[in-house]
């Protein structure tokens, strides 16, 4: 078993039900355990390297005044703080280039992320709660 097998089991097992995971060979033991209920956790800043790592692009769609901002690294989307609070942004508000959108959990550190532009926000892309991909659109800007 290699890291990248080592990083898939934990990805899987993050995203599962399973609390507990055990695998053992004759070389290697690999034991992942995680907590059965998450608990909100302060919210971690991005730091300027991942920054500097969000995309932010054009569509190109029918119009091309459109910009989307993109999950700058894998995790669950958040579109609120807590469960009971209101969301970050809603359909129809207005952002600016240091607004908060939205918090990506990326192992059990939960990072605000900024809308790096200055617009409405047209169309949100994905729901409370989903896994999104590095560079996957979040968010409709005009």
Do not use: W
């Amino acid at each position: 078993m290699n890291l990248e097998h080592i990083k898939l089991l934990i990805d899987m097992v993050d995203r599962s039900e399973i609390t507990e995971f055990n695998y053992e060979d004759k070389e290697l033991k690999v034991v992942l355990k995680k907590e059965k209920e998450k608990v909100a956790a302060p919210v971690k800043q991005l730091t300027q390297e991942q920054i500097q790592v969000k995309e932010i692009t054009t569509t190109e769609e029918h119009n091309e005044d459109t910009i989307t901002i993109n999950a700058p690294m894998v995790g669950t989307f958040y579109k609120s703080p807590s469960p009971e609070a209101d969301p970050y942004v809603k359909v129809g508000d207005k952002v600016t280039n240091d607004s908060i959108v939205c918090i990506l959990e990326a192992m059990k550190l939960f990072n605000e992320i900024q809308a790096e532009v200055s617009g409405e926000i047209i169309e949100i892309l994905v729901e409370d709660g989903q896994l999104v991909e590095y560079g996957q659109p979040l968010f409709k800007v005009k």
